[in-house]
């Protein structure tokens, strides 16, 4: 498969994430699950369109963090935009992973990863390779991800993952208990090229 098939099927304009039907699964869940008083965070946010909704439709404090400056740039237009009516609004870091978070931050954390199994020949050296490639087994992203998200994670605190079968779930759910997560389905849906599933990730750490 190509780049541009890639970019195509998971609706990447230019260099920045644009909103999908994964987007719009981890959302659904997210407003389900966040309450007001919620600190949350969106790690690879994106254009924003998820950290925008959960901000909009919970009021929680919500921060959205990307690599990307371009993303960066484009969440924090939207999030000036929320602002300008009303709805609240929410802050955007340049961020890789949870890196610059100081421990025990947040009540929620959130993540649409990169998870699109990738050709290790076809080598990208571009922002879209970052919004779309897995790496071969497509857990490239995810796999550090799930090893430091404990980290940020108040005592009460919990994950919403979303998980592609293209990059494994069992495999995902294998690496999150190895970490001290149980897991829990919070919404799925199939289409005719993976299922995806958000998966409720908690401490079973005491």
Same mark, same amino acid.
């Given at each position: ?19 999908? @039907? ?59 935009? +929320?602002?300008? @009516? ?42 879209? @390779? ?15 991800? +799930? ?12 994950? +919403? ?8 779930? @069992? ?36």
């Amino acid at each position: 498969m190509s780049r541009d098939d890639l970019a195509a099927r998971r609706g990447v304009e230019t260099s920045v994430y644009q909103p999908a @039907e994964d987007s719009a699964l981890l959302a659904r869940a997210a407003v389900d699950a966040v309450s007001a008083t919620d600190r949350t965070l969106e790690v690879g946010t994106g254009s924003g369109w998820v950290a925008e909704r959960i901000a909009a439709e919970t009021t929680a404090e919500v921060v959205a963090a990307d690599l990307n400056p371009h993303a960066c740039r484009q969440a924090r237009s939207r999030a000036r935009a +929320l602002e300008s @009516e009303g709805e609240g609004g929410f802050d955007v870091v340049a961020a890789d992973l949870v890196s610059p978070f100081a421990d025990a931050t947040f009540d929620v954390v959130l993540f649409n990863p990169p998870y699109l199994p990738t050709d290790p020949d076809n080598e990208w050296d571009d922002w879209m @390779e970052r919004a779309l490639s897995g790496g071969e087994s497509g857990r490239a992203v995810i796999d550090p991800f +799930l090893d430091t998200v404990g980290r940020v994670l108040s005592p009460d605190g919990f994950v +919403l993952l979303l998980v592609s079968s293209l990059a494994g779930y @069992e495999a995902v759910l294998d690496r999150a208990r190895a970490r001290g997560f149980s897991a829990e389905k919070a919404v799925e849906e199939s289409y005719p090229f993976e299922t995806l599933t958000v998966v409720r990730l908690r401490s079973d750490r005491d």
